[in-house]
Every structure is written in structure tokens, then in C-alpha cells.
């Protein structure tokens, strides 16, 4: 076990070096003056266009250039961005709210998608299947910013139950719209997931084996056939969850969330090479550990796969 | 929650003369896209204290909705009862509620499958799934319930039980696999055991030994047995009577010795005449031809007509009821002493 994590943990350096090189290159090497429009309408002074270019290494080769910014990551510096702020620092403000904005979308579609996928599955072709087989493909075929947008107007603004917009601080209670809002899709599809599983492990021979031992149906269902059905379900929710900690740029847009979908999307935006780079970097770091996690996890809810 | 026996000798089921069984005209149906399947029609069958009844048939045939209707886990629907009674200690498990049967299952009547890894839970340990039986039944605690199923893992002789009780299923071999099922259905002390098929997915080997234990397990406990099989080697050794089962109703019951001396129906005769034997060496192995048949399309008159060899004109028309022929020897043939005189 512990031998596995350290192998998994040195073939991340390869994946990060040859990720973030490639954002490095592309961001940095796309043609065009990294100046240009930083003075308005004029062409900067000589002196700035130097001090610029000597600030962040421009006139070195590319590999070298790379080589300088990552002696600085290592070291928990991502430099400054177009506005003189620290990039980490900002990152930092910005995966606190990010991240609980993910744990609360990852939540939701926990507790209601596999709520909805067991009642679903334990009674193939009933009612509550019917029922949960429709509303999932209502929320799998509607947009999140129709869901949005739309539940923002009445649930916000309308009838005053929900939160409006999230303030600098992202509180619980002000989350709790978006991070439903979010994790809507990814619930639709733990929905049917667990119900799919559900309903076939009820017709597995451990099943028949529960019922013949004098189970109550409680116990058969619920910890014998669903145990087993949320394996897939749990691992689908870890890369969910790498995924949400990518952000979000429409939930984050529509309820003027600060997270990092936001701050990525406007540096590539403003062409802000070092705030995309340092958030990309980070990302990349996040998704990798949270995939070797859910792997680990994989090993602890099913017992044959082993990690040696 | 279950009740908890303080005193587990305090049996609230006792045998009447030593009869613990008694399944009266059993009707099963399925209900299925191509129609109404009659998986049992009027199956009779009786299980005494320490004795072992072998039901013997094809697949299809109706042994394993037999076992499963006696155990009450016979998925409804698709499956429905439509008719007989099945006679727990002269209680009818037919007309009790859910909760009842709940308590049977496992302490009075309990069931081993055919294919161990698969009946096993494949995400709990297996001293957890027999430690099950006794938190569900008896109220033990986690550890009390553990050092049971311990006990039970050495007597069905598993080798170091105690380090071995937190193993998963899928790290023992399909003979130890089948052990543990075996430690666990006769956990609480059951009075009944049935043996669907329990050493098919086995090596020969290994079938002799899990057989041995059955009957060890028998004899010590005063078991009744109910062997489901298609195996005749099997039975030999094991059962007392067999029951002969074809098309979902018994076609023949004899003591085991007579059968294999003496069938007295074609279908049996048939089975027997198929087991290979060594002294027939470099002849062709005989089968009965022809497939069992649609259980939603049956054949008019006797359901074994298309495939018997002394099929006369009657057999296409009337079905042939199960009666004696000899003073113990049931079979359901319109020629059963003609099959029975050779």
C-alpha cells in the first residue's frame, strides 16, 4: 500500500512537469507583443518593454524560461499578475470558496442521487422509477445556466427563499442554491447510476443467499445489494469532485461566485499569462491528487482490487 | 429488530414423530413475456429428522423452485403460488406472515447455494457473514457473534479459522468457499438444510470431501437434508430416498438403493442409462433425446411422451397419475411395471 502511493506519487512528476509545460508554452509562446495594451493606446516606453520582459524572463529560451518558473512554484511562489497581486495568494482566497462550493455540490448529489437511484432501483419499472427516470432526464437535457437562471429568478428573487448572489464571504446558507444549481447534472447521473447497479445486484445470487439467512428486506437492500452498488457510484463521485475543484464558470457567473473558474477565465480573457499558469498549475497538482485518493478509495470499498 | 433466544434449546418448532417436512400438492407459476410457465405442478414431498431426500432432475425441471418455494425466496412476481400447502413441524409457512418466515429462515430452515463465490457477498469478510446470522438472530454482539463464527469456520474445517476470519471471499478456494457457506447455514442449528446443487461448481475431489461433511454435519446434528442435484453419482452415497422430478412434478420416489437397481419410469431409466461407465468403454454415451420441455407450452397427456422410448398412444393423451407399484415405489408412468419388470 504505502509502496503504491509513492510510486503513484513520482509518476505524478512527469504528469505535471509535461501539463504545465504545455499551458507554459502556449501561453507564453502564442506570437504577439505581452505588452501590447498595457499602456493604453500608446506603445510602452523602452524601459518598460525591458523591465517587463526582465521580469518575467522573456528574453531567455523558452525551456529556460520554464525552468525559472518553476524553481518558483516549487517554492509556493506563482508570481504576480497583470495587477501587481500575488497569485497565490489570490488562488488561495479563491480555492476556499471554490472548494466548498464543490464539497456542497458533491453533497447534494450524494444524498439526493443516491436517495433517488435506490428507490428507483429497488422497484424497476414502479412509480418512483417512472418518476425518477423523467425528472433525471429533465435535468440532464436542461443547461446549468437555464437551471441557473431560472431557479435563481424564482427560488432568489421571487419567492425570497434562496440567496441571490454569494458575497466575498460564500457563506453555507449562500451556497446552498448554486451548489444545488452545480451539482444537479452529476445528480442525474448518480440518480441512474445507483439505480441501474441497485437493480442489478438485487437479482445477484449474495442477494438470494441475504434473503435465505433471515434478513429483514431492510438489510438485504440497504446494506447488502446497496453496498455494493455504490462502488461505481462513490468512484464516479471522487472525479466528479476533481472536476468541481476546477470551477465552475457558469454557476460561479450567474451567482457572482469568486472561485477559480472565474479567475481563470478572465486571465485568459485579459491574456494574463501568470494567473492562468499558476491556477492551471494548481489545478492540475488538485486533480491528480484527488484521482490518486479516489483511487486508494477503490481499494477500500472493493476489497479484490488490490494495491500492490 | 429479531427476538432474542436466551435459550436456544428452547425450540419453538418441534418435529411430530419425527417429521419435519411435509409439502402438499405444491403449485408454482411463472408469469413471463411467452406466457404462464408451470414451473411446479402438484410437487409432493416429505423430510424426516435426520434423513436425506435427493431430488433428482435435468435443469428446468422444478428442483430449485422447489427449494426455494420450502425456503420463501422465490422472487413474487414473477414467481406465484397457486396452490398446495408447505407444513413446517405441522405449520403451514404458506399461510404465515413475512416476519415469521423471517425467523425460519436461518434457524430452522437454512440453504447452501452452488456456486459459493458468487452467493457470498463479495465486499464483506466471511467471519462477518456468518457472524450475520448470529447479530440478526441471536442479538450477539460484534465480537461474541465472531468468536461463533470462528467456531463454526474450525468445524467445518477450515485451517487457521482464527486468522482467517476477516479473509474476503474471493482469497479461499471454491472448496473452502463452499465450507463457509456451509458454516453458515448451519450457524443457528437449523433443523432442515437444503443443498441446492453444492458441489457442481467443485472439483471431483473436493466433491467427495464437501459431501462427507454434509453427512458428518447430519448425523452430528440430526439434520433432515434435502440434496438437489442431477448428479446420480452423488446421491448414491448420501441420500435415503430420492425423489425424481421432470416437466415441474415428481415422476418417480424410491428408496435410493431400489432406484439404482430398479427404475420404475422412463425417466429414470433414461438417467441412468446416461451416467458413463467404465465398462462400456469406446461406446457411444447414451442421452435421452430430445429437450425438456416449454413449461409454457406443454405437451398434451404425459410431459415425458416425445422422449420416451415405450410412448404408446395413451401417454399423448392422459396424464399419468403418481401411484404405487410396489409397496414404497412411486411412479407416475401408464407403464410402470413393464419399466419396472424390465
Redesign the interface.
Known amino acids: 500500500m504505502g509502496k503504491y502511493i509513492v510510486r503513484r506519487l513520482l509518476q505524478m512528476i512527469p504528469v505535471v512537469l509535461g501539463a504545465t509545460f504545455l499551458i507554459y508554452a502556449m501561453v507564453f509562446a502564442l506570437p504577439g507583443d505581452p505588452t501590447a495594451g498595457k499602456c493604453g493606446e500608446r506603445e510602452c516606453s523602452e524601459a518598460y518593454k525591458a523591465a517587463f520582459y526582465e521580469k518575467y524572463n522573456l528574453n531567455d529560451p523558452l525551456p529556460i524560461q520554464y525552468g525559472k518558473y518553476m524553481a518558483n512554484v516549487v517554492q509556493g511562489d506563482l508570481g504576480e499578475n497583470q495587477y501587481g497581486n500575488d497569485v497565490a495568494g489570490e488562488l488561495g482566497d479563491r480555492y476556499l470558496v471554490t472548494g466548498k462550493l464543490a464539497l456542497m455540490a458533491l453533497l447534494w448529489e450524494g444524498v439526493i442521487g443516491i436517495a433517488a437511484g435506490a428507490l428507483a432501483g429497488i422497484r424497476k419499472g414502479g412509480f418512483m422509477d417512472s418518476l425518477v427516470l423523467v425528472s433525471t432526464l429533465f435535468l440532464i437535457s436542461i443547461p446549468v445556466f437555464v437551471t441557473g437562471v431560472v431557479s435563481q429568478f424564482f427560488l432568489g428573487v421571487k419567492w425570497g427563499v434562496a440567496s441571490v448572489t454569494v458575497s466575498a464571504d460564500a457563506t453555507v446558507y449562500e451556497l446552498l442554491l448554486p451548489s444545488f444549481v452545480l451539482g444537479s447534472l452529476s445528480m442525474a447521473y448518480i440518480a441512474r447510476l445507483t439505480r441501474t447497479n441497485l437493480a442489478e445486484n438485487l437479482r ?3 442477494v ?9 428486506p431492510q ?1 438485504t437492500v440497504g446494506l ?1 445489494a446497496l ?2 452498488s455504490l ?1 461505481p457510484v462513490v468512484t464516479f463521485m471522487g472525479y466528479d469532485f476533481g472536476a468541481l475543484l476546477g470551477g465552475a464558470i457558469v454557476t460561479e457567473g450567474i451567482f457572482n461566485i469568486q472561485g477559480v473558474g472565474g479567475y481563470i477565465f478572465r486571465g485568459v480573457n485579459n491574456r494574463d499569462g501568470v494567473a492562468v499558469v499558476g491556477a492551471v498549475t494548481v489545478l492540475v497538482v488538485a486533480y491528480l491528487l484527488v484521482n490518486l485518493l479516489v483511487d486508494l478509495l477503490y481499494g477500500l ?4 482490487i488490490s494495491h500492490d | 429488530m429479531t427476538t432474542v433466544t436466551t435459550d436456544p434449546s428452547a425450540k419453538q418448532y418441534r418435529p411430530e414423530n419425527g417429521r419435519l417436512l411435509d409439502v402438499e400438492e405444491l403449485h408454482v407459476e411463472f408469469h413471463t413475456q411467452e406466457g404462464v410457465a408451470r414451473a411446479l405442478n402438484g410437487v409432493n414431498i416429505y423430510l424426516d429428522q435426520g434423513e436425506t431426500l435427493a431430488i433428482l432432475g435435468e435443469s428446468g425441471s422444478g428442483k430449485s423452485v422447489t427449494a426455494q418455494t420450502v425456503m420463501g425466496i422465490l422472487d413474487i412476481p414473477p414467481a406465484k403460488i397457486t396452490g398446495g400447502a408447505i407444513r413446517y413441524c405441522g405449520q403451514d409457512l404458506l399461510q404465515m406472515g413475512e416476519e415469521q418466515r423471517r425467523e425460519i429462515r436461518g434457524p430452522e430452515i437454512s440453504m447452501i447455494f452452488q456456486d459459493a463465490l458468487s452467493a457470498l457477498n463479495p465486499v464483506f469478510p466471511v467471519g462477518w457473514q456468518i457472524a450475520e446470522m448470529f447479530r440478526v438472530h441471536r442479538g450477539l454482539n460484534k465480537s461474541d457473534a465472531l468468536d461463533q463464527a470462528v467456531h463454526l469456520m474450525e468445524r467445518v474445517q477450515i485451517p487457521g479459522a482464527r486468522d482467517r476470519v476477516k479473509a474476503y471471499p474471493h482469497q479461499f478456494s471454491g472448496g473452502m468457499r463452499q465450507r463457509i457457506m456451509i458454516a453458515m447455514a448451519i450457524a443457528l442449528d437449523p433443523a432442515v438444510l437444503i443443498a441446492d446443487e453444492p458441489t457442481t461448481a467443485l472439483d471431483v475431489t473436493v466433491q467427495a470431501q464437501i459431501m462427507g461433511l454434509l453427512k458428518e454435519l447430519q448425523e452430528e446434528r440430526q439434520m433432515g437434508l434435502i440434496l438437489i442435484t442431477h448428479d446420480l453419482g452423488v446421491v448414491a452415497d448420501v441420500a435415503d430416498r430420492i425423489s425424481v422430478m421432470y416437466a415441474g412434478r415428481i415422476v418417480e420416489k424410491a428408496a435410493v438403493h431400489d432406484i439404482y437397481a430398479n427404475p420404475a419410469h422412463p425417466y429414470t431409466e433414461g438417467l441412468l442409462a446416461s451416467i458413463p461407465r467404465l465398462d462400456r468403454k469406446g461406446q457411444e454415451l447414451y442421452a435421452i433425446g430430445g429437450l425438456p420441455p416449454n413449461l409454457t407450452r406443454m405437451p398434451p397427456g404425459c410431459p415425458f411422451h416425445p422422449r420416451c422410448g415405450r410412448a404408446r398412444d395413451i401417454c399423448s393423451s392422459d396424464d399419468p397419475d403418481l401411484l404405487e407399484v410396489v409397496p414404497g415405489r412411486l411412479s407416475a408412468c401408464h407403464f410402470s411395471e413393464e419399466v419396472l419388470n424390465g
Open positions: 445477484a445470487d449474495y438470494r443467499t441475504a434473503k435465505a439467512k433471515g434478513l429483514t438489510r447488502h453496498r455494493n462502488i470499498l472493493d476489497p479484490r
